[in-house]
């Protein structure tokens, strides 16, 4: 059996450390991460090793060579372009001529291959996919299988309400040669973003095999922290170093003074020099040939090689590239990265989480605060269901919005026409105005959009040609909301998302000349374009008086005044938003309903002619009525907890009705056809409504009476984020028997024709509950087995 070793990353997400060194170089525990890849594959019998590679590939050739001091034979394929992870190792198909195992050089495991390989042969299988537990998925490719081991489901990189298991691909595969029959001749072309799904959809032998042993994929800087204390946790330490107390490993050359007060587990490698009365505590490794001066104190840090640390300087949880120089008294805090060849000079401080890129000189007593040159460290889900939410004057400040306008502007050509949005706060304004100067710096042209009504925001955007919108906003908890769209006026897809997540932590310099720098075009939008089209798409008209109670704030009054005007709706205004005024004033002025807008006017709440609001059961049912309606169209799109009655009412209009998720985009997306959408459009909505209501002749609470019988129960439960995944899965294993939907969360069908779908937070340590049955008491049932069974597998 022969392997492939997928050497060719350019390591982004650990930079700075991979600036000037490929990611199969990094040391780990002072040793190669790759070595240990080969010594993996070598313990199980493969000695006959390919090696995909293309960043910094000289170097990895350099120190790997032929392999024969590691006892393997290596062969090198090296890509000029970046072919994707299944596109690299095709390119080494003249090599694998029979069964072989892939695995990347930045992966560390001590699972067992023998095993994987006997249930790969047993199960006859095209592809085997080592799986492991993580408790925080997003990172990886989460698995489902059914009893047997056959993956039916596969999700790339997950967001949070995406999460149904805690098993995730290793990227170790152990694949038949006829794998490469189902690639395509011209790459990139990816294992977990294309073939898999690919072979998933189409039912083809791919199987899961669940993994025991340690497993580490060391890709970003935190797994690469956690990574050298779980090997000095295991004592997994290189041969050569020497135990000389417990847990206390040196290697060779090692010069320790008087008074040095060291404390395991700790590895200390060869020819370091601790000088007089210095400290090394736990979880640290140094080095070789680095040097701790008097009274320096280095705890849980990871030093690379030539690093000198001057006296008095402390380190907490620090990692230090090579060749760095840290001068006297500098404090260094948790997860900050020092990149190679920088000095830092006396009494300089480095906030937690700050990198500094290699070759970098810090000033004496300087305050590193924020990273330099280049972007801090962010959480792993920027963005929310509803964009980037941040604390106002916490999170969203100056320099994080000039920040996301830098990687913002990396999607997009010089010369990009971008529109700017806000609401009425002034802290939204001064966001937004902001964001547009900064991309004026990368050259991009920006324009205002003056009205503040998002839904004409996104019809203005592709009707003007933008390349794209940001539209800020806050919310009602003093959070302000960077919602960005693309060119289509649709909130950008998740692969957007991800390439501004990685240009926000990592390096990112778009910079032009002062001849290129981009322009505010000097005429403003305004609503006219949308109010105009509105007025041509619905053609409402009545001789009858109708009236309807709003709120809304008062930068939206004059759109909403102007458009529900001109289709002679009178608009009785009210500054209150709480339910009881609302319904007094719609009995007071004998109007026949009332409606009540976000900030944005994108989402809305209604209010029938007796002043009872409106469930979301039965605003998603009036979506369905009025889209069937007044659309040429006859499917319409519905969220994944929506009921299934929905389908006999669609039956009745001659329409159908298709589930996505409960997502914006993919609510627009499904209504690409049309420029208005009823669920997303509280204009739009309320004349549609006035329109349904002058057909039908009769009330609104008539019609929304006139529905079949909905019986829906929704409930939230808190699950913690570190738990989320592992109790997914173990309801997923619960209903292997049954038939499971994966369109968003997991939907269960049950045997009576109910189904209970469990859906995600985003942002939230949250799981809704939605369980949909003959009765009402069925319904609740239902949803209150799942919470019972959900906080159960809690406490396993």
Sequence with gaps: MKAVI????????????????PKPVVPIMNKPVMEYSIEWLKQYGITHIAVTVEYLSDEIIEYFGDGQRFGVHLHYFEEATPLGT?????????????????????TLTTIDLQQAIDFHFSKQSLVTVLMHHEATPLSYGGIVTDRHGKIIHFVEKPKWNEVCTDLVNTGIYICHPTIFDYMPQHPPYDFSQHLFPYLVQHEYPI???????????????????????????????????????????????????????????????????????????????????????????????????????????????AIVANDVYIGKKNEIFDYA????????????????????????????????KHSIVWGEQHTKTLFSEQGIKMRAYIDAHPLFITRLASAYSSLYEKDSRILIGFDDHPFSRAMGMLFAECLHMYGMHTNIYEGGYLPAFRYIVPHKQYHGGVFITMNEHDEAIVDIYDGYGYPIDRAMERAIEQQMKHEHACYVSLTQIGEAMKQKEKDELYVRALRQWIPFSSSEQWKVVVCSSPLLREIIEHTLQSFAIQVVWTDHQDDEHIRKQIKREHAHFGIVFDRSGERFRIFDGQGT??????????????????????????????????????????????????????????????????????????????HLLAIERCSLRAVVSSIPTI???????????????????????????????????IKVYHEDGAWTLILPKVDEPTLTIYSQATNAQKAKEYTKYYIKKIRQYQNV
Excluded at 94 to 105: E, K
Aim: proline share 4%.
């Design 207 to 317: 199987y899961g095999w669940q993994a025991d042993g340690y497993w580490s994929d060391i890709g970003v800087i935190e797994q690469y922290h956690q990574t050298h204390i779980d090997l000095l946790n295991e004592r997994f330490v290189p041969s050569h170093y020497k135990e000389i107390a417990p847990a206390i490993w040196v290697g060779k050359g090692v010069k320790i003074a008087q008074g040095v007060k060291l404390e395991g587990p700790i590895m200390i490698g060869d020819d370091v020099r601790i000088d007089d009365y210095a400290t090394v505590g736990p979880y640290t490794v140094i080095g070789p040939r680095s040097v701790i001066s008097k009274h320096a104190s280095l705890k849980r840090s990871i030093v690379w090689p030539d690093v000198y640390v001057d006296q008095h300087s402390e380190l907490r949880g």
């Design 711 to 745: 019986h829906l129960s929704c409930r939230d439960v808190y699950c913690p984020w570190h738990e989320r995944a592992a109790v997914m899965r173990k309801l997923l294993e619960e209903c292997y028997d049954k038939h499971v939907d994966f369109t968003d969360g």
């Design 86 to 106: 299944a596109g690299s190792v095709k390119h080494a198909q003249s090599f694998l001529d029979d069964t072989f195992v892939v695995i990347s050089a930045d």
């Design 6 to 21: 997928m050497a060719g990353g350019r390591g982004t997400r650990l930079r700075p450390l991979t600036c000037h060194v």
């Design 613 to 690: 609001a409106l469930t979301n059961e039965e605003v998603i049912s009036l979506h369905v009525l009025v889209s069937l309606l007044f659309s040429e169209t006859k499917k319409v799109a519905v969220p994944s907890w929506a009921p299934s009655m929905l389908h006999t009412l669609a039956e009745r209009l001659y329409g159908d009705i298709v589930y996505v998720k409960d997502a914006r985009r993919d609510f627009l997306f499904a209504h690409h056809h049309e420029p208005f959408h009823f669920y997303f459009d509280g204009l739009y909505a309320c004349v549609q409504l006035f």
């Design 337 to 368: 990265v020092i990149g190679a060849k920088c000095k830092l000079e006396n009494k300089v401080k480095v906030q937690h989480g700050v990198k500094i890129w290699p070759n970098k000189t810090i000033a004496e007593k300087t305050k590193v």
